[in-house]
């Protein structure tokens, strides 16, 4: 079956640090993989995506991620955090559902805060 | 940019009544989609909706639920008689075609308590 787990509920870490949020999926083709943020109040807004090609992909505000087949993992980072990065994130594959695809399988998500 | 609006932000309502959760898609967006997000749980997908009907649905969208698009701006999920395990967040979502690799944009999500 077809999931996303994202280990960390919670993690804190001081401004200016550098962040690593994890992402395994369970998936037995290429996989799509998004990262998506939810700021209190907004949607989910999409960082990056990984469909094909270098496996170093850059989003936007600053994040990046590394799709790693051998250990099924697309971790988030990045190199500095800024206050304004405290949300929730949210890893995501594109699924594979019944006879036809688009839908999206997500993880539980990690809530990051920003200490000063 | 465009954006997907959803209203109301937040729905009470109490356990048997029908309740409409409404969707403003992104306007030349041709899929949408209806998610869910229980309290403390992972954001699961219910339907997807195209040229007027469903095109996928889970297991988690029964006879209870259904969606509609009235008009060429709204799209709706209805309720028709609520569970106090309905409460959750419930998010709009709409894309320009449908496949695993396209982007799918949220809109903020109405959360529906039901007492």
């Known amino acids: 079956a077809q999931s996303v787990t994202q280990p960390d509920i919670h993690i804190t870490v001081s401004e200016g640090a550098s962040l690593e949020l994890r992402c395994n999926y369970s998936y037995g083709a290429t996989p799509y993989l998004f990262w998506y943020v939810q700021s209190p109040g907004q949607g989910l807004q999409l960082l990056l995506k990984?469909?094909?090609?270098?496996?170093l992909v850059q989003g936007i505000k600053g994040f990046e991620a590394e799709f790693k087949r051998s250990q099924s993992s697309f971790n988030l980072r990045k190199p500095s955090v800024h206050w304004s990065d405290a949300a929730e994130y949210f890893c995501?594959?594109?699924?594979?559902?019944?006879?036809?695809?688009?839908?999206?399988?997500f993880g539980k998500g990690t809530k990051l805060s920003v200490k000063p | 940019e465009p954006e997907v609006t959803q209203t109301p932000s937040h729905q009470v309502t109490q356990m048997g009544q029908e309740v409409i959760l409404r969707c403003v898609p992104i306007s030349n967006h041709l899929y949408f989609y209806w998610y869910r997000q229980i309290l403390g749980q992972k954001v699961e997908f219910l339907v997807s909706?195209?040229?007027?009907?469903?095109?996928?649905k889970s297991e988690i969208f029964d006879d209870q639920f259904s969606v509609e698009r009235p008009d060429g701006s709204n799209f709706t999920l209805k309720i028709r008689s609520t569970k106090l395990e309905d409460s959750a967040m419930y998010f709009c979502?709409?894309?320009?075609?449908?496949?695993?690799?396209?982007?799918?944009?949220f809109g903020p999500g109405t959360r529906l308590l039901v007492l």
């Open positions: 909706f195209y040229n007027n009907e469903i095109s996928e």
């Open positions: 990984y469909f094909s090609g270098d496996t």
């Open positions: 979502a709409s894309s320009f075609n449908i496949g695993r690799q396209e982007t799918q944009y």
């Open positions: 995501a594959v594109g699924a594979v559902y019944g006879g036809s695809q688009g839908n999206l399988i």
